[in-house]
């Protein structure tokens, strides 16, 4: 097996995600879901539930890892059935979900809505985190590019589009991003590419206004921008197989530059994965995209009390500092409710704006067509 070959299969095992069991809920035990990375699912079991258990001790928090987004959509139809029937959907909450999800739940009274009423701290959130009042937003992070200082000053480091992509194909195999349905950092790579194609206008995407016709109008663009970059890409045109195998290449040596989420790549450096010779930047004519990640609550849950005690825990000055220590995330709340060491610290990241793209049909979309149209020999498995 080459190279590329290796970069391509090595986290196939992981990319065999394990349905969800579902049982009975247990009375005082909240149902968490999560379709987040590893690192946020060892986040809530190591870190968030013994806090939140010791704050509550009437109350049992368990964590199950639902695979990814389409996990949490099987669910979450599931309690929409449950609704209707009246019947316990077997989950109290979600960490990380679009309650425009499935369609016809808002409508339907399938999500709690939040609001300074049923959530202490909800007045501390930050502006820019909000989206709709189903959604809760507890932690940020947003994509980034990480370089090898030692070998790209930087004075000349890239800092819009066509600085990027012109520094991509005046230093050949020195960059490299993940498959997009393999993880966040390469998949809003290739979301930037949409917005540059498309005016650099991310309101020209919503989850409710996909159709086929208008993906094809609107992403066909794109693959030209992405195909245009391949050949000076690693190896010519490979990709790694994930968020944590790009910041592997980076450490290495391998590359000079990859995408990164902000979470990740500071949590690197803090453990010594990454060099303290790791610069960040971010493109100052369009930001790469980012957002805000939320807490849904089932209405339905039989524990849907509980589970609001954990959302507001969330906002608590403990957890969203945890969240900045731990993770290297950004807080849901304004930065002035954080101390000021962590607050000066992390001065440098602090966003002020968060390009989003939508999931749902958007997100299949775009899988599909990078596959198609960007990179056709390479195995989706």
Not at 23 to 37: F, H, M, N, P, R
Not at 120 to 135: K, R, V
Not at 263 to 280: E, Y
Not at 352 to 357: G, H, L, M, Y
């Amino acid at each position: 097996m080459n190279r590329r070959e290796f970069l391509i299969t090595s986290s196939a095992a992981a990319g065999l995600l394990a349905l969800p069991r579902f049982a009975s809920a247990a009375a005082g035990t909240i149902d968490l879901y999560s379709g987040s990375d590893a690192n946020i699912v060892d986040l809530w079991n190591n870190v968030i539930r013994p806090a939140f258990e010791k704050a509550h001790p009437a109350v049992a928090l368990k964590v199950t890892d639902a695979g990814d987004n389409n996990g949490l959509r099987a669910i979450a139809d599931r309690a929409l059935a449950a609704l209707k029937t009246k019947t316990d959907p077997q989950a109290d909450l979600f960490e990380q979900f679009d309650p425009r999800l499935p369609s016809g739940g808002i409508d339907a009274g399938l999500w709690v809505k939040f609001s300074a009423e049923n959530i202490e701290g909800y007045d501390h959130i930050n502006p820019l985190a909000f989206d709709t009042p189903f959604s809760l937003p507890y932690r940020g992070s947003q994509v980034l590019l990480a370089y090898d200082t030692t070998k790209l000053d930087p004075k000349d480091v890239p800092k819009s589009w066509d600085q990027l992509t012109a520094w991509i194909k005046a230093n050949p195999g020195q960059f490299i991003y993940n498959r997009p349905d393999k993880g966040g950092s390469g998949g809003n790579f290739v979301r930037r590419a949409i917005h540059e194609a498309n005016g650099r206008d991310p309101k020209k995407f919503k989850i409710d206004n996909f159709t086929a016709d208008f993906a094809i109008e609107t992403l066909t663009p794109a693959w030209k921008i992405l195909n245009d970059l391949a050949p000076a890409l690693y190896d010519k045109g490979a990709y790694t197989a994930g968020n944590t195998q790009s910041i592997q290449l980076l450490a290495q040596g391998v590359v000079t530059m990859v995408p990164v989420w902000s979470d990740q790549v500071l949590q690197a450096i803090s453990q010594g994965v990454l060099p303290d010779t790791t610069g960040l930047v971010q493109l100052s004519d369009l930001a790469l995209c980012g957002g805000f990640s939320s807490i849904t609550v089932f209405s339905n849950g039989a524990n849907k009390d509980a589970a609001l005690k954990l959302a507001a825990f969330m906002l608590t000055k403990e957890m969203q500092e945890a969240i900045i220590t731990n993770i290297g995330g950004f807080p849901a709340v304004s930065w002035d409710h954080i101390s000021d060491d962590l607050r000066k610290k992390y001065a440098d990241v602090i966003p002020s704006t968060i390009p989003t793209f939508p999931g749902g049909d958007w997100e299949k979309a775009i899988a599909d067509g990078w596959y198609r149209n960007v990179a056709p020999s390479i195995s989706r498995t």
